[in-house]
């Protein structure tokens, strides 16, 4: 009887470390527990940068110049007229942005916030084509592996062009 509950508990234990351990099972509970977040875009990809909100906003302008194909097209709501989708300040503060990703026709929303040293950008929310409303929050909508490659794609095209804008500035 002892062996048995002795390798009960370890199977046990083991599953238990393995489920812990296991990325996509913490994103998943992470998902769940952010139901009680507070805030403006609780569940946004959070990047810090050392720069001013206003040398962030610059380079993102500088950005746009130079990656033109990453601007937004002029956008419709519930298939109807046509809109453009421009960069301007929220009512929470937050400076809101936007980006086109050609190549999966997906509009990206993301958000800037901070003072004279440091800014935070927030990715936010992607809306697949270019009729607004279908909008999937990040870290919330996907699955862990989509939301990862969401995340990565997002690095590499967008905000890592933006970091060497605001390195060279330096």
């Known amino acids: 009887m002892t062996k048995k509950l002795v390798i009960t508990i370890a199977v046990l234990f083991s599953l238990s470390t393995i489920l812990i351990l296991n990325n996509s099972f913490l994103y ?93 950008l927030a990715f936010v929310a992607l809306n697949k084509g270019l009729d607004i409303g279908n909008w999937k929050d990040v870290n919330k909508d996907f699955s862990y592996k989509e939301n990862e490659k969401i995340k990565e794609h997002f690095q590499t095209k967008y905000l890592t062009p933006i970091k060497r804008i605001l390195d060279k500035k330096e």
């Open 28 to 120: 998943e509970v992470k998902k769940k527990l952010n139901i009680i977040s507070a805030g403006s875009y609780a569940d946004a990809e959070i990047y810090q940068l050392n720069y001013s909100v206003e040398e962030v906003k610059d380079a993102i302008k500088q950005f746009k110049k130079e990656y033109s194909e990453f601007n937004t097209p002029k956008v419709s709501v519930r298939n109807e007229g046509e809109f453009e989708l421009i960069d301007k300040e929220s009512k929470n503060h937050w400076f809101l942005i936007y980006f086109y990703n050609p190549d999966q026709n997906v509009i990206l929303n993301i958000c800037i916030r901070g003072n004279s040293t440091n800014t935070k």
